[in-house]
């Protein structure tokens, strides 16, 4: 821990989040959110939490912007100008806020001390993970064997909260019927656009090495920084550039709408598959090691190994199928015709 | 100086919350209210990880394989692993939150044409 990167960083991240707040262009706000989220990144592979930051680096920095100039694009760029009236209610709000810092700061005083390692958060439960993952699964990487093996539970109805997320979005915004389409305003325009030689040049070039450093990404995590949450995303991100670069309808030919929900569909039903696999087995839910009844040459140990492999490609494939589905919906206002 | 730096990230965090609370209540744009939430869960995992760092450890993933040298392995010497685990599901979840919230957004847009917030109430009342 450097503690010189860590002031400087976390100094700039409060100044991109009161920019991000003051500014009256919400194209600026996305761009200097983005930022904001990078440097996030950068604290917390300064902090250790090297999985952390990747999904940050993969998620905030990049999918959430994108999806903020989606939204943009659908509506309307420009805050609206101050109105009389509302200073009241800034004030109320500014009460508030600071009601709630106060309380913060009061039980602040109470906090275990950063970067202590002997705090009960770190004195519990963690040392088991820490200590007993080798031994027990084989996987180096703490974070993997915690996620899919340990805590498996959790991460399942997780990827379920985002393929909900999915269908939420669809349920929101899609429109089916000619119809119900004809009261929709058309899009803001950003810029004129043009096809850009070059940009379409490296990105049809990048994006095969972006998806195969996504499935270097899945089937790592075992290993390294990374795992399906990550890979997924980054997969999912390959097709918005192609979506953003190209034509909707690209996408549209290689991930048709009914592929994607099929998809979301498939990942989760690989996860839960594996756990109900196990119990068929004889074991508890999840509980991996039961596979090596089916899986040839894998001991006890292995077979841990194994199973979260499968169960991070099941989360890849469904946070891949949600993140591009979540795009295309909102990019389109639901419609599927055109995009950015 | 050392203190400083002890607290210097609750600090932050503190500050972060601050603005994303007071960007949820007081921003007038239905899309500023939405940054501010992100805010909010990013100072939220700030927190979190922050509880988890450790002094002179490492990142959690335990050297192995060839060359490495087979050893006991110190608890102080890994980053907790637990927070991340948390705040990993936690980030990806916060994109689904955010797309559904911009999606509530664009619908909110299609029946009023506004996003401001004044004027939807005037169209509500």
């Known amino acids: 821990m450097i503690w010189q990167l860590d002031l400087s960083v976390l100094t700039l991240i409060v100044i991109c989040a009161f920019a991000t707040i003051m500014v009256k262009d919400l194209l600026s706000a996305a761009i200097i959110f983005g930022a904001y989220s990078f440097l996030m990144c950068l604290l917390w592979t300064e902090m250790g939490a090297v999985d952390v930051a990747f999904t940050e680096a993969s998620v905030g920095a990049g999918v959430s912007t994108v999806l903020f100039f989606a939204a943009v694009y659908q509506t309307s760029r420009k805050v609206g100008a101050r109105k009389s009236g509302r200073l009241l209610s800034k004030a109320f709000a500014l009460i508030a806020a600071l009601l709630t810092g106060l309380v913060l700061v009061i039980a602040e005083a109470d906090f275990p001390g950063f970067a202590n390692p002997f705090t009960p958060a770190s004195l519990h439960l963690s040392p088991y993970y820490i200590t007993q993952t080798l031994h027990d699964t084989n996987v180096p990487n703490m974070v993997t064997s915690v996620l899919a093996d340990y805590r498996g539970f959790d991460t399942m109805f997780e990827t379920a909260v985002i393929f909900t997320a999915g269908l939420a979005v669809i349920a929101i915004l899609r429109r089916f019927k000619k119809e119900d389409r004809h009261d929709l305003p058309e899009p803001y325009v950003i810029s004129e656009g043009y096809p850009d030689t070059i940009i379409r040049f490296v990105a049809r070039q990048l994006v095969p090495f972006i998806q195969l450093f996504a499935l270097y990404v899945v089937a790592h995590g075992h290993h390294s920084p990374g795992g399906g949450f990550q890979g997924g995303v980054i997969l999912g991100a390959s097709f918005i550039l192609l979506a953003i670069s190209f034509d909707f309808k690209i996408v549209l030919g290689i991930m048709s709408e009914r592929w994607n929900v099929l998809l979301g569909n498939i990942g989760v039903l690989i996860y839960a598959g594996i756990g109900f696999l196990c119990l068929l087995l004889g074991a508890n839910f999840l509980d991996y090691s039961m596979l090596s009844k089916v899986l040839p040459a894998t001991d006890k140990i292995m077979a841990r190994s194994h199973g979260m492999l499968g169960i991070e490609i099941g989360v890849a494939i469904a946070v891949m199928a949600i993140v591009i589905s979540i795009y295309l919906n909102i990019v389109s206002h639901g419609k599927y015709d055109k995009g950015l | ?125």
Not at chain 2, 13 to 31: F, P, Q, S, V, W
Request: aromatic share 8%; net charge negative.
């Open chain 2, 1 to 125: 100086m050392h203190s400083i730096v002890a607290d210097y990230n609750y600090w932050i965090y503190i500050l972060l919350m601050m603005i994303g609370l007071y960007a949820m209540l007081a921003k007038n744009n239905l899309i500023k209210k939405v940054i501010g939430m992100s805010i909010f869960q990013t100072a939220i995992i700030i927190f979190y990880v922050s509880i988890g760092a450790k002094e002179h450890a490492t990142i959690p993933i335990i050297a192995h394989g060839h060359g490495a040298v087979e050893a006991a392995i110190d608890v102080a010497h890994y980053a907790n692993p637990l927070v991340h685990v948390l705040m990993l599901t936690a980030i990806v979840v916060s994109v689904g939150t955010l797309g559904v919230a911009l999606a509530i957004c664009l619908a909110i847009h299609r029946k009023y044409n506004s996003l401001e917030e004044d004027e939807i109430q005037e169209q509500l009342q």
